[in-house]
Structure formats: C-alpha cells, structure tokens
C-alpha cells in the first residue's frame, strides 16, 4: 500500500558515518521515509511513491526529477549545510538521463539546482542546465546500499559516496569550488531524468538528513576566515624578506605586526557559548587589510612610478547602450557587457567591435598607490576603440590599435609624452583589419591582419580571421608569417627573443577546446606547440606573459569558448613541468596550496570569480593586473600574488581599467637572425626518428614505409564547416593531397616541402594506411630548414646524436599523388574505384534477397534521407560504413591506429572478398587516402551546392589570391582542378563465388542439451574463478574438446572459403566474459580504454562516450599487449594463460551450431544476444545535442539499448556459458590473418609480425561482420 512521507525533525540522532564539523554540527531534520505525510515534501518530475519503508524514484518526462524538501525560507538550508542519503539503485542502464543521487539549493518550483550523481559510472557533481562539474569514476551496482554526503559552504560543494558497510572515505572525493555562490534553494534527492533514448534509473531511498556544519557563532567563522587571510599576508612578507633581505627594509617589522593581529584574533575568537566582539573583529579586519597594503605596497618590484592603461567607460553604467545591428548582433550575447566594454568575444578577433563606439583614453597613473592620479596621455578624436597596447624597449613610445585608414582598424603609434601620433601599418586595403601589434628586437614590427580572407569556420559570418605579419618600422616590406585557418592572438615575446602566442585550430577537433599557446622566431620560422597541445584543456589562454628571469614559466588568462568574453582566471604554468592539460599548472591565483583539475567544459569561467584580464608579471610570484573581484565589481587595476593577496591600485566609478603596462624600459630581447630565404618557394624538413614520442607508442620498428603529406584549403567569407559540408561529420575544411616522402629503416626521414603552407604528415604502414592522424598541422617559411624528433615526441626533448640513415643522401622530393596537389573530391577520387568494381552489381537494381541494392552509379549531389545537406549518392551510401574520426574529435592524443582504415567496415568487407571483388592497388590507395582524409565529399569550396551561387565567396577567393600572392608569395588557386590521369574505369564484374564442398564432421553439429551434456562430461567442473586481486576475479568456463567446420562453403566472403574440417584435440578453459578494465588495470594501470565522440559539435565530456568504466570491456590494447596480459596472468595465478586461436575461439563460440551466429539465427534476433551496430546507435538523444545532423550509420533494425561497449555479462550466453561472442568489442586471437582452410600447423601462426586474426567484432560492427566465422 502507498504511504505518505513524513519530515521528523529532530534535536540529537546523528546517522551512522555522519561527522559533525568541529563537533559544532547540529541537526535540521532527518527521514526515514516510514512516517505519515508532511507537506514540506514536493515532487518535480518523474514518479515517485513511498513503498516498504523507501522512497522510490522512477524516470519520468521531466528534467529534473527530484524529491525537495521546503523548510522555511531557501536562505536558511542554501549554505553551510551537510545532507547525508542512503540511496540503493533497483535497476539502472547507462545513458544521459540515467542519474541519481543526493541534491541542494533545488529551486522549489523548477528543481534546478546543485547536485551530487551517480552518473555514467562517475560520482559528478552537476548544476542543472548549466555544467557538469568535477566527477570522479565510481561503479555502482543494482541491488546494493550506499551511503551519499553533499556539502556546501562559502568555499564551494564537497560530495562523496560509498558503499553501506566499508568505512567512509576520509576525505571528499569531489569537490567544486566555482559554483555561484549565490544560488539558494533546499535540499533534495535526485532520481533519473526524462529525456530521449532508453535509459533505465530506477532508485530507493531509505534515510537522509540535513546538517548545519558551521559553527553557530558567525564571528567564530568570519574570525577564522581572517585568519587566514592574515596567513596569506605572512607568506607574503616571508618571500619578500627572503627575496630581497635589505631591500625590503621594513620586512621583520612587518612579521612582528602580523604576529601581533594573529594573537590579537585568537583572542578575539569568542568562547564557546559566549557572544562576541563584532565591532573589535570589524577593527582588526581593517587593520589586517591596512597592513596588508602597506606591507605589500612595498615590495622592491614596485619600483616605477608610472603605470600605463586603458580608461574606458563601463557599458554597465551607461543609461543607453550602444546598439548592436547586423551580424554582431547574433553572437555578442555571450557574453554583451564585455564585448560592449571592448573585450571581442572569444571565437573572434578586433574586426566586429570598430563597428562599435567607445568613450576611452589610454592614461598613466602617477604613483602607482592607492590614490594615485589618472593622467591622459592619448584619447582619440572619434568615439572609436584604443586598446592593445604594446609599450617600446625603451619606454619612450608605444603602439596601439585603433580605427584608421578606410574606417579599419590599423597599428597606431604614439610617444610616452602623448606627442608625435602616426598610423604604423599602411592602411592600403580597404577591406583589410591589422592590430594587435608588437614591438620586435631587431626593429620590425608584429601584428595581425585580416588579409588572409578566411572567416572563423564554424561561423558562416563575415568574421574575418586575423594571422601575423611582419613589417619594417615605417610600414614597409610586409610579409605573412602565420597560414593558419584561425585566429592569431596576443603577440608578445620570450626573454629570448622568441615570439610568444595563442592560435586557435579545430582539424577534426572539438573546436571549443583546441586554442593552443605556440612561439616562433620573429621572422616567422621555428613555429611549434609551447602549451596545450592534445588538452582540451585550457580551453583559451589570452595575453600569456613570459615570466621575468624564469624562462620556463608565464602566466596567462584562461578562459572559455563561450560565455565570458576574454576575461577569466589567472593561472600561472611552468612548461618544464608539463605542456599538456593542467600538467604544467604551478597553481591558479588566487589558489595557494590548491591542485587545479583540467575540466572540459565550454562556458569555462562564468562562474568563476575573481575574474582577471591583462596579467603583467613582475615576478613568478607578483603580478599586475586588471581585476574584477565578484559580479557586482567595477574593473580595477591591483597588484596580486601566488599567496592569494589582493591590492587595490586603482579603480574610477563608471569605468573599466584595463591593460597596466608599468612606464619604463625593460630588458630588450637578443635578435635572431632571419633564417628565411626569400628567393626559395621551398624548405626542407628533418626527423630524425619517427617512432620517438607517444604518437607511435608501441608500434614495432620497420612498419612506417612512408609520410603523407597533404594540406588545408581554409573556408571563404560567407560559408562554414558546419553549414557548407565538406562531409557528412567533417572535415572542417577541403584537404589538398601533396604526395609522399620515404621514412628510412631508422624511421629517419628528411624531404623539402612548399614553403608558407600549412602541412600535416601521417606516417604510413606498408599498405599506405595511416597509422596516426595528425588533426594540425606546420608551416615552414622559405628556405627554412624545420627538425623534429618524432611523433607527437614531447618539446621537453631533443633530437639524438646518433647519424641518420636519411641524412645520408639529400633531402627527398614529394612523390605527387596521382598527378597534382588538389582538393581531395569524391566524384574525382573515388567514384572511378566505384564505376570499375562495384556498379556492375550496385547499380540500383533489386538484390536477389528482394531487398534494394545501395546505387554506386554517379549522380548529382541532392539531400538523402539522414542527410540535410546534399551529398553525391554514392558518397552518402558507403560514408554510412565508415568510422572516422569525425568533425570534432577528442583533443587529447589518439591512440596509435585509433582510425586505421582496417578499422572501418567498409574496408573489412572489401578485404574480406566482398562478393569476389579485388581491388587493384590504385583502387585500395583511393579509397585508403579518401578514408584518411576524414572523408570528404568536395574537394573544393566553390563545389559544395550550397557555396557554388554565392557571389561573396568568389570575391573573396580572388582577393585571397591577391593578397597571399603579395603578402606570402603564392600564386595558386586552390579553387582550380588541374588535369589528372583518368583512372581506368572499365567495369570489373567478379563471377559469382562458387559453392564449395561442404566438409562433415564427426558429431557435428549437435543441439544445446547435448553442448551442455559434453561440457559437463569434459571435467569435474565446468566453471572456475581465478583471484586476480581482492574483490577481482576472472570467472573461466570448461570448453570440451571435438570438432566442427570452420569457415562457410557458400560465403559471400572470399576469405571464409572453404569451409574445412577442425578439430579441438582437448578440453580448454575460456574467460566467460571479455577482459574488463578492472581486471586489465591490473597488468597496466596507465592503460586507458579511453572515449567515444559522439557526433558533430563537443561541448563538454558529456558528448564523449566512457569506455574506461571499470565493468566495460578493456578495448585498444594491440596484439602486443594483450600476449603481454596472458603472460601476466600466467605468472599471476600460476596457470597457464594464451590467446585463443582462430579454431578455438570458433569452436567455443558456435558451441555445437552450425548457424552464422550462436543465438538464434537471424539478426533480428541479436538484441538479447550480443552489443551490435543497430538502431541504438541512430538514438539522437544519445549521439548528438541540440545539432540538426542526423546519425547515418549503417545499423540493423534492432535495439540491443547499447550504444558503445556496455559492462562484460549484460546479454545472454551462449550454450557454454560465453558472453558477448559477439560484438560488444572484438577479440584478439594468436593465430595468423591467413587464408582458408585452416591448419593449426601453418607457420605462419607462429611467425612473428604480420597480420592477426581478430574474431568477434564489436558493437560498431552490424551483424553480418559478427558470425562466428567471420575473421578481421
């Protein structure tokens, strides 16, 4: 019978594991769910019902789905609150909207809050349609208690978890410390959400109870928080004194009245039960912050007296905005008082705000001290933009952007006395932005400029991409530096004289996370990766500042791709420490003593305050900088420091302080000498070991044959990758084939290559597949001699000493592909491949089953069924068969053959023998190279149809050419299609596959209850377990012996025939399920299963599948390895453990069938059996947010409710008790990829190297590439 719920509230029960804070905890209420109703409970979302003692939870149409508890006003349970939750899942299927747990500040009517989950294997903290936060892995199991705590103070939300009856954690497992602080609401308990796909959630709760964890006394806690800001102080004056010694004068006189206020708290601290002084803590606190500034004032650093900035009028303040029209109106939304307060958005540069007025001067503050004065030194005489300032060595002059010339914007510069104004850049175009400028060494200047005429590629605007160039002082002899498809950001230069800057990239890569910071010699050579390279995180660092006499370290702003508009937090990196992810991170200030987790999270920092913009390093530790300290803050200038101190220099009421420079001469870098040679349309490029660095971790000596080379055709003005499709999930841009260069038995390679072109190499196996995809790329300036070590090698290393094989003669000529460099076209490329092996038969006519053949014959480009945009038919036909690493991949390095074209089931089926086809070697390289590629339909932007009409892109092609012509020195049109060598299509038609003999074997095949009786005759036992670890076992079945046929006389594939005779000489024992990631970890805890994108856009891990649950199936790990985990597991148990071969493996799967597959013999039949390609991979809900692409793989018309590899064990077995045979992942055997018919003895099997066979396939694979006989 339903019951009603009741609210006990209690005075003194604490739940066991619960721990008070300081033993100053007191009870609000607590629940045991057995009670009659009380009206403070409301439920949103979902069912929910109270039966046997629970509250039980199941998923329902709304999002969110929660129980909250109303008590009182929100204020009262929003902060300094503990809510403890006993939780037990009854059945549960991994999805989106599968989620459980515990929740706090839940809006009464919405239920929007702040949540601790059970989530995707992971315990995630998460605020409700705003971001997902920390998370860590935590499997859970139906059927089974845990315990739930969420904690929320000033500092952020803790959360852990664990399982009823094991200790609880002794510290929290989750923590989030950039949540608003402002958000109020009550306490709830979380059940599944609604929402598309077919998760399962399921939940009961038993008990909870809400917490006060702060003491009662609120000056007890505000004179613990003064504390320690007083302990920051100390640090402080403790480093300076250590520092500098007599140069901080007045340092010991400092630490002794720091050490005065510190007893003059602890005497403050009122006693337990007794009130306390407010007025005498207010007077200490100012006292403490009056110190504060005096003490820190003083530091030797300070010592200039003028300081530099921009004074802009604050849009907040003003009665009437400007206003916003055209284009600029659809983005600047993200983030609108920073872009209206000159702050472009993140995904653009200058071009959008000159449209914009500003009321701003650049001024000089004198002293640089609290009370200071604000001088002009320059405003412009039009309502127009001032900013990038960019101060000279000697501190007598400094450039600035501003509008000029043709109303766009130009390099200013102007003298530190506020005289002798001119405009740098020559302003010759009229269609043409340049800003963003910095001083060189030897005199020449930086800057960027839009006279690339690309456009930002996920935006089919005019936002006009900006790339550096160089120029003399006077604005002559202007030369392009940087050929990139994105923006160039915040120029500024190394101690060495290196140029330091961000450059935003997306090939095949989630484009919200990809900004990386690089460096390059001043005239353009010797451009490479100085952070963030494979890290989706950060997602942006602007105005990244070398760190004074520290050549490792600088400091930058991170930020997001959305949201805040350059502006965010101030982090401080060390590259000798790491260059990838939060790696090389020394902290985040403020942040002392505090680890800062790489999160992948779009709107990186909105929420995250103090916010900070425009860092000037005075040291590692001391910094200058624009500061906004909370929300409601104006836009200052402060000096900070590593030890989370903060001193106000200057604010003015209505304005926005930006860009402190201090006004005096800095140490001018050394020149390097020009490397380029002017004269050369060439370079050469030097590596020295290919098989150095992680990009082919573990691939054996020998295998690269050769490099690929190929280049980028980047978007026009007026279109985009994501509206003009290049293909059906990418690739952003139009790829260009250059041809091949030979890698040396050493894996040493040296080749020249065009100069002023942006190129990616991919090596080769001896097939011409790519074994790594390099999704970047790099660009040589003329006559420059570019060396690198490896593959995705660390910068951290150099190159060996050793002599190199390819260093021995000269440097070796591109060998072209298939005549010249072009865009790589389908209807060019590869419909020839189609026309001569496969509309013979795939010509639109009736299949012989009655169903309908897919068409291969050549035809317009025109919409499809899963396809909005207009593909070629035959493009659209097989692209349905092709795994690639899509329009925006995982950041993060790939996994070595992550994307071979092995790995695609249209390459499996046409290497199998498809219907008696084989392909000559020109027709595998075509579709091999369109596959590595990314798959692309056009090979140039004037064919897509939605392009090919539109009068702006021509203009803006032809004033490409222009300008790259002038300014780069290349007069190709990358839009033209030269003349090649017409493929032989004359049509191949293989004669139909004969029937072979069908071989017999003795007792074959035989039902289930004689599988069963056989295996239960085979031994003592037919199940076993083997201790891997405590708590991790391998459960093992009894296979007996016997014999069957392998292989299917009447195949369809080549490779299957004939079918032969096998026999299995003895019983053997099998592992029951796959190998799963908790077992592997065990062998290899740095081994990671790693994830799945799911397709189009990324904005978060959310939109990446986990395949590094400990329950799933371990997946990418090579041959190698997993003859590597047997040999483990041998020494482990002392047992004898190998892969199995291909007979084995065959026998134990059939099981006594004769049938294609174990289960039932028809796909239709998979769903309970096996984790196959079918119509869950086609649940938009699961595979794509908020995008309008459609999933077009090729599935079966089935629903296994799996969409990648789910936990070992969730189908049923076959008759000797295997799981998951097929599909779910594929499976390794010792034997050779050889033909049939099979032999146990064939050397082959033994030899080393050469290809193995894989059995079983996987979830990506439909259920014709899973039979028992079907081999890989």
């Given at each position: 019978?339903?019951?009603?719920?009741?609210?006990?509230?209690?005075?003194?029960?604490?739940?066991?594991?619960?721990?008070?804070?300081?033993?100053?905890?007191?009870?609000?209420?607590?629940?045991?769910?057995?009670?009659?109703?009380?009206?403070?409970?409301?439920?949103?979302?979902?069912?929910?019902?109270?039966?046997?003692?629970?509250?039980?939870?199941?998923?329902?149409?709304?999002?969110?789905?929660?129980?909250?508890?109303?008590?009182?006003?929100?204020?009262?349970?929003?902060?300094?609150?503990?809510?403890?939750?006993?939780?037990?899942?009854?059945?549960?299927?991994?999805?989106?909207?599968?989620?459980?747990?515990?929740?706090?500040?839940?809006?009464?009517?919405?239920?929007?809050?702040?949540?601790?989950?059970?989530?995707?294997?992971?315990?995630?903290?998460?605020?409700?349609?705003?971001?997902?936060?920390?998370?860590?892995?935590?499997?859970?199991?139906?059927?089974?208690?845990?315990?739930?705590?969420?904690?929320?103070?000033?500092?952020?939300?803790?959360?852990?978890?664990?399982?009823?009856?094991?200790?609880?954690?002794?510290?929290?497992?989750?923590?989030?410390?950039?949540?608003?602080?402002?958000?109020?609401?009550?306490?709830?308990?979380?059940?599944?959400?609604?929402?598309?796909?077919?998760?399962?959630?399921?939940?009961?709760?038993?008990?909870?109870?809400?917490?006060?964890?702060?003491?009662?006394?609120?000056?007890?806690?505000?004179?613990?928080?003064?504390?320690?800001?007083?302990?920051?102080?100390?640090?402080?004056?403790?480093?300076?004194?250590?520092?500098?010694?007599?140069?901080?004068?007045?340092?010991?006189?400092?630490?002794?009245?720091?050490?005065?206020?510190?007893?003059?708290?602890?005497?403050?601290?009122?006693?337990?039960?007794?009130?306390?002084?407010?007025?005498?803590?207010?007077?200490?606190?100012?006292?403490?912050?009056?110190?504060?500034?005096?003490?820190?004032?003083?530091?030797?650093?300070?010592?200039?007296?003028?300081?530099?900035?921009?004074?802009?009028?604050?849009?907040?303040?003003?009665?009437?905005?400007?206003?916003?029209?055209?284009?600029?109106?659809?983005?600047?939304?993200?983030?609108?008082?920073?872009?209206?307060?000159?702050?472009?958005?993140?995904?653009?540069?200058?071009?959008?705000?000159?449209?914009?007025?500003?009321?701003?001067?650049?001024?000089?503050?004198?002293?640089?001290?609290?009370?200071?004065?604000?001088?002009?030194?320059?405003?412009?005489?039009?309502?127009?933009?001032?900013?990038?300032?960019?101060?000279?060595?000697?501190?007598?002059?400094?450039?600035?952007?501003?509008?000029?010339?043709?109303?766009?914007?130009?390099?200013?510069?102007?003298?530190?006395?506020?005289?002798?104004?001119?405009?740098?850049?020559?302003?010759?175009?009229?269609?043409?932005?340049?800003?963003?400028?910095?001083?060189?060494?030897?005199?020449?200047?930086?800057?960027?400029?839009?006279?690339?005429?690309?456009?930002?590629?996920?935006?089919?605007?005019?936002?006009?991409?900006?790339?550096?160039?160089?120029?003399?002082?006077?604005?002559?002899?202007?030369?392009?530096?940087?050929?990139?498809?994105?923006?160039?950001?915040?120029?500024?230069?190394?101690?060495?004289?290196?140029?330091?800057?961000?450059?935003?990239?997306?090939?095949?890569?989630?484009?919200?996370?990809?900004?990386?910071?690089?460096?390059?010699?001043?005239?353009?050579?010797?451009?490479?990766?100085?952070?963030?390279?494979?890290?989706?995180?950060?997602?942006?660092?602007?105005?990244?500042?070398?760190?004074?006499?520290?050549?490792?370290?600088?400091?930058?702003?991170?930020?997001?791709?959305?949201?805040?508009?350059?502006?965010?937090?101030?982090?401080?990196?060390?590259?000798?420490?790491?260059?990838?992810?939060?790696?090389?991170?020394?902290?985040?200030?403020?942040?002392?003593?505090?680890?800062?987790?790489?999160?992948?999270?779009?709107?990186?920092?909105?929420?995250?305050?103090?916010?900070?913009?425009?860092?000037?390093?005075?040291?590692?530790?001391?910094?200058?900088?624009?500061?906004?300290?909370?929300?409601?803050?104006?836009?200052?200038?402060?000096?900070?420091?590593?030890?989370?101190?903060?001193?106000?220099?200057?604010?003015?009421?209505?304005?926005?302080?930006?860009?402190?420079?201090?006004?005096?001469?800095?140490?001018?870098?050394?020149?390097?000498?020009?490397?380029?040679?002017?004269?050369?349309?060439?370079?050469?490029?030097?590596?020295?070991?290919?098989?150095?660095?992680?990009?082919?971790?573990?691939?054996?000596?020998?295998?690269?044959?050769?490099?690929?080379?190929?280049?980028?055709?980047?978007?026009?003005?007026?279109?985009?990758?994501?509206?003009?499709?290049?293909?059906?999930?990418?690739?952003?841009?139009?790829?260009?084939?250059?041809?091949?260069?030979?890698?040396?038995?050493?894996?040493?390679?040296?080749?020249?290559?065009?100069?002023?072109?942006?190129?990616?190499?991919?090596?080769?196996?001896?097939?011409?597949?790519?074994?790594?995809?390099?999704?970047?790329?790099?660009?040589?300036?003329?006559?420059?001699?570019?060396s690198c070590v490896g593959c995705h090698e660390s910068?951290?290393?150099?190159?060996?000493?050793?002599?190199?094989?390819?260093?021995?003669?000269?440097?070796?000529?591109?060998?072209?592909?298939?005549?010249?460099?072009?865009?790589?076209?389908?209807?060019?490329?590869?419909?020839?491949?189609?026309?001569?092996?496969?509309?013979?038969?795939h010509n639109g006519w009736a299949a012989s089953s009655?169903?309908?053949?897919?068409?291969?014959?050549?035809?317009?480009?025109?919409?499809?069924?899963?396809?909005?945009?207009?593909?070629?038919?035959?493009?659209?036909?097989?692209?349905?068969?092709?795994?690639?690493?899509?329009?925006?991949?995982?950041?993060?390095?790939?996994?070595?053959?992550?994307?071979?074209?092995?790995?695609?089931?249209?390459?499996?089926?046409?290497?199998?023998?498809?219907?008696?086809?084989?392909?000559?070697?020109?027709?595998?390289?075509?579709?091999?190279?369109?596959?590595?590629?990314?798959?692309?339909?056009?090979?140039?932007?004037?064919?897509?149809?939605?392009?090919?009409?539109?009068?702006?892109?021509?203009?803006?092609?032809?004033?490409?050419?222009?300008?790259?012509?002038?300014?780069?020195?290349?007069?190709?049109?990358?839009?033209?299609?030269?003349?090649?060598?017409?493929?032989?299509?004359?049509?191949?038609?293989?004669?139909?596959?004969?029937?072979?003999?069908?071989?017999?074997?003795?007792?074959?095949?035989?039902?289930?209850?004689?599988?069963?009786?056989?295996?239960?005759?085979?031994?003592?036992?037919?199940?076993?377990?083997?201790?891997?670890?405590?708590?991790?076992?391998?459960?093992?079945?009894?296979?007996?012996?016997?014999?069957?046929?392998?292989?299917?006389?009447?195949?369809?594939?080549?490779?299957?025939?004939?079918?032969?005779?096998?026999?299995?000489?003895?019983?053997f024992w099998m592992g029951a399920t796959e190998v799963?990631?908790?077992?592997?970890?065990?062998?290899?805890?740095?081994?990671?299963?790693?994830?799945?994108?799911?397709?189009?856009?990324?904005?978060?891990?959310?939109?990446?599948?986990?395949?590094?649950?400990?329950?799933?199936?371990?997946?990418?790990?090579?041959?190698?390895?997993?003859?590597?985990?047997?040999?483990?597991?041998?020494?482990?148990?002392?047992?004898?453990?190998?892969?199995?071969?291909?007979?084995?493996?065959?026998?134990?799967?059939?099981?006594?069938?004769?049938?294609?597959?174990?289960?039932?013999?028809?796909?239709?039949?998979?769903?309970?059996?096996?984790?196959?390609?079918?119509?869950?991979?086609?649940?938009?809900?699961?595979?794509?947010?908020?995008?309008?692409?459609?999933?077009?793989?090729?599935?079966?018309?089935?629903?296994?409710?799996?969409?990648?590899?789910?936990?070992?064990?969730?189908?049923?077995?076959?008759?000797?008790?295997?799981?998951?045979?097929?599909?779910?992942?594929?499976?390794?055997?010792?034997?050779?990829?050889?033909?049939?018919?099979?032999?146990?003895?064939?050397?082959?099997?033994?030899?080393?190297?050469?290809?193995?066979?894989?059995?079983?396939?996987?979830?990506?694979?439909?259920?014709?590439?899973?039979?028992?006989?079907?081999?890989?």
């Open positions: 019978m339903r019951r009603i719920l009741a609210v006990i509230l209690t005075a003194g029960a604490v739940l066991p594991g619960l721990a008070r804070a300081s033993g100053q905890g007191r009870d609000l209420f607590s629940c045991d769910f057995n009670q009659p109703a009380a009206k403070e409970w409301k439920f949103v979302g979902g069912q929910w019902a109270v039966q046997d003692g629970c509250l039980k939870s199941d998923r329902g149409p709304g999002d969110p789905n929660k129980a909250i508890l109303v008590l009182g006003p929100a204020e009262a349970v929003s902060a300094d609150v503990l809510l403890t939750a006993k939780i037990r899942i009854d059945a549960w299927r991994e999805g989106d909207w599968a989620r459980a747990g515990i929740g706090l500040c839940a809006d009464a009517a919405s239920g929007r809050g702040l949540n601790l989950l059970f989530h995707k294997g992971r315990l995630n903290l998460m605020r409700d349609f705003i971001a997902w936060g920390p998370g860590c892995d935590f499997e859970v199991h139906p059927g089974r208690w845990y315990w739930m705590k969420l904690l929320k103070t000033s500092q952020g939300l803790s959360g852990k978890a664990w399982l009823e009856g094991e200790s609880e954690p002794a510290d929290w497992q989750v923590t989030w410390d950039e949540i608003d602080p402002g958000v109020k609401g009550y306490p709830a308990l979380v059940g599944g959400s609604g929402g598309a796909g077919s998760d399962v959630a399921r939940v009961s709760f038993s008990r909870c109870e809400l917490q006060r964890v702060l003491p009662s006394d609120p000056l007890a806690w505000r004179a613990t928080r003064q504390e320690a800001s007083l302990r920051s102080l100390r640090l402080a004056v403790e480093d300076l004194v250590r520092t500098f010694a007599g140069r901080y004068a007045r340092g010991r006189e400092y630490l002794a009245r720091i050490e005065e206020l510190e007893k003059a708290f602890v005497a403050a601290r009122p006693a337990a039960g007794q009130a306390g002084d407010s007025g005498r803590l207010d007077a200490l606190a100012a006292a403490v912050e009056a110190l504060r500034a005096e003490a820190l004032l003083a530091n030797p650093l300070l010592d200039f007296d003028k300081l530099l900035l921009v004074k802009r009028r604050d849009a907040r303040t003003m009665k009437v905005r400007p206003q916003v029209r055209g284009e600029a109106a659809s983005f600047y939304g993200n983030d609108a008082i920073g872009f209206l307060n000159g702050l472009p958005i993140n995904f653009q540069g200058n071009s959008y705000l000159r449209e914009l007025p500003f009321d701003n001067e650049i001024a000089v503050l004198s002293p640089v001290r609290p009370g200071g004065k604000l001088t002009r030194l320059y405003r412009p005489e039009r309502d127009v933009y001032v900013g990038n300032l960019n101060l000279h060595f000697d501190a007598d002059r400094l450039m600035f952007s501003s509008v000029g010339s043709h109303d766009r914007w130009q390099v200013f510069e102007i003298g530190a006395d506020g005289r002798g104004l001119r405009q740098v850049t020559p302003g010759l175009e009229n269609d043409v932005d340049n800003y963003d400028s910095c001083y060189l060494p030897d005199g020449r200047v930086l800057f960027a400029s839009s006279a690339c005429f690309q456009s930002v590629p996920c935006e089919r605007r005019l936002d006009e991409v900006a790339n550096f160039c160089v120029m003399n002082a006077d604005g002559t002899g202007i030369r392009r530096l940087c050929f990139d498809q994105d923006h160039n950001f915040c120029p500024t230069l190394l101690a060495d004289g290196r140029v330091l800057y961000t450059r935003w990239e997306y090939t095949d890569i989630a484009h919200a996370f990809s900004a990386r910071l690089m460096t390059m010699n001043p005239d353009g050579t010797l451009q490479r990766a100085h952070y963030a390279s494979s890290s989706h995180w950060p997602n942006r660092i602007f105005y990244a500042r070398a760190i004074p006499g520290r050549p490792n370290m600088f400091v930058g702003i991170v930020t997001g791709h959305h949201g805040t508009a350059r502006a965010g937090e101030l982090v401080l990196f060390d590259v000798a420490l790491g260059r990838t992810q939060a790696d090389g991170v020394v902290q985040r200030i403020p942040g002392w003593g505090r680890k800062v987790q790489p999160k992948m999270v779009d709107n990186l920092v909105d929420r995250s305050w103090p916010k900070f913009l425009h860092p000037h390093p005075l040291s590692d530790k001391y910094f200058l900088v624009s500061c906004q300290p909370a929300a409601g803050s104006r836009w200052g200038i402060y000096l900070v420091d590593v030890f989370d101190n903060s001193v106000l220099l200057c604010e003015e009421d209505g304005c926005v302080l930006f860009e402190p420079v201090p006004l005096r001469s800095a140490p001018r870098p050394p020149v390097i000498p020009d490397r380029v040679n002017l004269a050369s349309r060439k370079a050469s490029v030097y590596l020295s070991d290919i098989y150095a660095g992680e990009g082919l971790r573990g691939v054996p000596r020998g295998t690269v044959t050769k490099l690929r080379l190929f280049t980028y055709h980047f978007n026009f003005f007026g279109t985009s990758g994501i509206e003009d499709y290049i293909g059906m999930d990418g690739p952003w841009d139009v790829r260009r084939v250059l041809g091949t260069v030979p890698v040396a038995e050493d894996g040493s390679a040296w080749f020249e290559v065009p100069a002023n072109m942006p190129i990616a190499v991919q090596p080769l196996d001896a097939e011409g597949k790519a074994l790594q995809l390099m999704r970047s790329w790099f660009t040589a300036m003329p006559g420059e001699a570019v910068v951290n290393s150099g190159p060996p000493s050793r002599p190199t094989v390819a260093l021995a003669g000269g440097p070796a000529q591109i060998q072209p592909w298939r005549g010249p460099a072009r865009g790589f076209s389908w209807d060019r490329e590869v419909q020839p491949v189609l026309d001569k092996y496969c509309v013979g038969c009655g169903g309908a053949e897919p068409d291969l014959r050549q035809a317009a480009a025109r919409s499809l069924p899963l396809s909005p945009a207009p593909f070629p038919p035959s493009f659209y036909a097989l692209r349905r068969f092709v795994r690639s690493p899509g329009l925006e991949g995982d950041p993060q390095l790939l996994p070595v053959a992550d994307y071979h074209a092995d790995a695609n089931p249209l390459v499996q089926m046409l290497r199998k023998g498809h219907r008696g086809v084989q392909l000559n070697e020109e027709a595998w390289d075509r579709i091999v190279t369109w596959l590595d590629m990314n798959a692309p339909a056009y090979g140039t932007w004037m064919e897509v149809p939605t392009v090919s009409g539109n009068p702006k892109v021509r203009a803006c092609r032809d004033r490409r050419m222009d300008l790259v012509r002038r300014y780069g020195g290349i007069a190709e049109d990358y839009e033209a299609i030269p003349d090649t060598p017409r493929p032989d299509v004359t049509p191949v038609v293989p004669p139909p596959l004969p029937a072979g003999p069908v071989p017999t074997a003795a007792d074959w095949p035989f039902p289930a209850d004689q599988a069963r009786r056989r295996q239960a005759e085979a031994g003592e036992r037919t199940a076993m377990s083997v201790e891997l670890a405590p708590g991790v076992k391998m459960d093992l079945v009894l296979i007996p012996a016997g014999e069957m046929v392998m292989g299917e006389a009447s195949s369809a594939y080549a490779d299957e025939r004939p079918a032969c005779r096998a026999r299995i000489e003895r019983a799963t990631n908790e077992q592997y970890a065990l062998f290899d805890a740095e081994h990671s299963s790693g994830v799945e994108p799911k397709l189009w856009l990324k904005w978060s891990r959310d939109d990446f599948f986990n395949l590094d649950r400990p329950g799933q199936p371990v997946c990418r790990v090579s041959w190698q390895e997993a003859r590597a985990f047997c040999d483990w597991l041998s020494a482990k148990t002392g047992k004898r453990f190998s892969l199995p071969s291909e007979a084995q493996w065959e026998w134990a799967c059939r099981a006594g069938s004769a049938e294609r597959w174990s289960f039932p013999n028809s796909p239709a039949a998979s769903a309970s059996f096996a984790n196959l390609a079918d119509s869950a991979m086609l649940d938009l809900g699961r595979l794509a947010r908020l995008e309008k692409v459609r999933p077009f793989m090729a599935v079966d018309p089935v629903d296994d409710k799996s969409t990648v590899s789910a936990p070992v064990g969730s189908y049923q077995p076959n008759r000797w008790g295997l799981y998951d045979m097929h599909g779910n992942v594929a499976e390794w055997t010792s034997s050779a990829y050889v033909p049939y018919p099979f032999s146990p003895g064939d050397p082959r099997h033994a030899a080393a190297g050469g290809r193995r066979s894989v059995r079983g396939g996987s979830w990506y694979d439909r259920a014709d590439l899973t039979r028992c006989q079907d081999a890989k």
